[in-house]
């Protein structure tokens, strides 16, 4: 039986990441993790792209111009939403997880969801702290093993 799984070290793999301005003293946090993990799995600075879109609700159409510039072997998006006392939060953290989804099934790239919907401030903080627990972090390791993933499937180099 023949099994494929994703590397940690993806040699040659670009990466954009794309981050919500709203919230910043969380998003940045998530932001250093994933910029952390990224480092630690060896990718170059150059092969890094920054983006910076207003809220969540945008990060669907900036990953998507992304994913389908050709440039990128996986997109991280990383935004904050916190519930407040209306619908708001509902709407938006369904439109941003939907559309992300859809990105990376429509384009091929995987674009990892480093979106936190949290009911309060505390939870949001304890998941941007920089340790093993974050989930910028977590949303780069994610695309990091996906990009050689589909690497290895499409028969290119193992990273």
């Known amino acids: 039986m023949k099994e494929w799984q994703g590397s940690s070290r993806p040699a040659g793999c670009r990466f954009a990441i794309v981050v919500s301005r709203f919230n910043p003293e969380i998003t940045d946090g998530l932001l250093a993790g994933a910029r952390e993990a990224l480092s630690e799995a060896e990718v170059r600075d150059d092969d890094v792209t920054l983006v910076r879109v207003p809220g969540a609700f945008e990060l669907p159409i900036a990953a998507q111009r992304l994913a389908e510039s050709g440039r990128f072997d996986a997109v ?23 559309g992300l989804a859809e990105v990376g099934l429509a384009t091929g790239v995987p674009v990892t969801f480093g979106v936190l919907t949290t009911l309060t401030d505390e939870q949001a903080e304890v998941r941007a702290r920089p340790d093993e627990g974050n989930k910028g972090r977590e949303a780069a390791v994610a695309a990091v093993e996906m990009a050689t993933l589909l690497r290895s499937i499409d028969g290119g180099p193992a990273a």
């Open 76 to 98: 991280i998006c990383l935004g904050c939403l916190i519930k407040g006392d209306t619908m708001h939060f509902e709407y938006i953290a369904d439109a941003a997880t939907r």
